[in-house]
T-cell receptor, first 109, second 116 residues
Framework: KNEVEQSPQNLTAQEGEFITINCSYS?????LHWLQQHPGGGIVSLFM???GKKKHGRLIATINIQEKHSSLHITASHPRDSAVYIC???????????FGQGTRLTINP | SQTIHQWPATLVQPVGSPLSLECTVE??????LYWYRQAAGRGLQLLFY??????ISSEVPQNLSASRPQDRQFILSSKKLLLSDSGFYLC???????????????FGPGTRLTVL
């Protein structure tokens, strides 16, 4: 069964801390997406990756194909990073994304 | 640049009433279009996707339907709303080609639907 699990479900940290959000999936994938959902509901695509590592500003996404695991890191976290972070996988042979439940991140000043 | 619009932003409807949500995309041609629903406390669920005018694929059997009357217009409808239809509805687009999920998806602002 094609499944995506994220951890933790909720994460609270202080401004400046290094943040890691994890995503595990059940079988082989063609692509993995990281999305950010703002408190108002709007969703922004952060990364799409199938191997290795991508970096954009303070955000870094990595994926380990052998371990079926991806991580999203935020360096020097800021209260404006507070949002729900969602990972979604396109499993091999499938034609739709399977979404994780999301990780609610709160950064306190 | 490409933009995606959804309306209305919020909607409160009684059970049994009809529904029509509209999504339009600007600045691109022949996009893949998607309707997602996010129920309270749950993850995103793909409802429908479309690769072209009049071509709709349904992922979840339910009382909702979708139509694509024009290349960059995607409509979500229902003849009779149920309480369980409440949620946050998101439209998204991606470039065609390469298969779904292998290209970045761009999301609209969403419509928050409450069925009473």
């Amino acid at each position: 069964k094609n499944e995506v699990e994220q951890s933790p479900q909720n994460l609270t940290a202080q401004e400046g801390e290094f943040i890691t959000i994890n995503c595990s999936y059940s079988v082989g994938i063609s692509a993995l997406h990281w999305l950010q959902q703002h408190p108002g509901g709007g969703i922004v695509s952060l990364f799409m990756l199938s191997s290795g590592k991508k970096k954009h500003g303070r955000l870094i996404a990595t994926i380990n194909i052998q371990e079926k695991h991806s991580s999203l890191h935020i360096t020097a976290s800021h209260p404006r990073d507070s949002a729900v972070y969602i990972c979604a996988a396109l499993f091999q042979g499938a034609q739709k994304l399977v979404f994780g439940q999301g990780t609610r991140l709160t950064i306190n000043p | 640049s490409q933009t995606i619009h959804q309306w209305p932003a919020t909607l409160v409807q009684p059970v049994g009433s009809p529904l029509s949500l509209e999504c339009t995309v600007e600045g691109t041609s022949n996009p893949n279009l998607y309707w997602y629903r996010q129920a309270a406390g749950r993850g995103l669920q793909l409802l429908f996707y479309s690769v072209g005018i009049g071509q709709i694929s349904s992922e979840v059997p339910q009382n909702l339907s979708a139509s694509r009357p024009q290349d960059r217009q995607f409509i979500l409808s229902s003849k009779k709303l149920l309480l369980s239809d409440s949620g946050f509805y998101l439209c998204a687009w991606s470039n065609i080609g390469g298969g779904f999920g292998t290209d970045t998806q761009y999301f609209g602002p969403g419509t928050r639907l409450t069925v009473l």
